[in-house]
């Protein structure tokens, strides 16, 4: 199939059935999260893979209480930086230099513009950059699991503080951005399962200009 005829198949599930999903295909879609372009190339956020019940539920009782937190069979939680500093980039850019088998100075210029373009914006400013950056590759993850035949429902409706609060994030410099659930939907209790796909028309959606 291609891509397209995945994204057609895929909509958010409502209600999973439980079933767990392989090993190999959780591994590719956390595989394609990884591989998402970000800004400068710093990746500023990471993943948790969460399949704890314990934890999944404490998660619900701040996400709505929507089932599909405890009913999946994994929950990405996607965290960013709360900030850009120094050592972070430079950890970033020096371990990129060393995997090109470049000295680590070649990235000084470009660090010290980011730098001072990112450091007067403010904390706020830097970490709402980077919770943007986390999104592309949250986008990355659901579309390698419409590839691989798995529901992911992309939730944004949670208390990031209180999910901050169960991941013991604080003095990490790490925020919860997103929340996504793998699974299998449960078609005999979804309402939305045989519901139309519908976006917004093709010639409202895209405008050329020439």
């Not at 969460?50 to 934890?55: A, D, G, M, Q």
């Not at 000084?108 to 970490?127: F, V």
């Not at 208390?159 to 929340?179: I, N, R, W």
Request: with cysteine; glycine share 4%.
């Amino acid at each position: 199939m291609s891509l397209l005829d995945d994204l057609k198949w895929r909509y958010a599930a409502k209600s999973m059935n439980g079933a767990e999903v392989p090993q190999e295909k959780l591994d590719y879609i956390l595989e394609a999260a990884r591989l998402a372009p970000s800004s400068s190339g710093l990746q500023p956020y990471k993943v948790f893979v969460i399949s704890n019940k314990e934890l999944l539920e404490k998660i619900k009782n701040v996400a709505w209480n929507q089932s599909q937190v405890t009913d999946c069979s994994h929950l990405l939680v996607f965290a960013a930086w709360d900030g850009y500093t120094d050592a972070r980039v430079s950890a970033v850019f020096n371990y990129t230099m060393d995997q090109r088998g470049l000295p680590h100075e070649t990235m000084d210029d470009y660090k010290q513009n980011i730098m001072s373009l990112y450091e007067p914006l403010g904390k706020e400013w830097q970490a709402d950059h980077a919770s943007k950056q986390s999104y592309i590759s949250f986008a990355m993850a659901i579309a390698a699991a419409a590839e691989q035949k798995v529901d992911a429902t992309p939730m944004e409706g949670f208390v990031p503080a209180e999910v901050d609060k169960l991941l013991e994030l604080e003095g990490s410099g790490y925020k919860s951005t997103l929340l996504l659930t793998l699974g299998y939907r449960d078609a005999d209790n979804d309402w939305l399962v045989n519901m139309k796909k519908v976006r917004t028309p093709k010639e409202d959606f895209i405008t050329e200009i020439k």
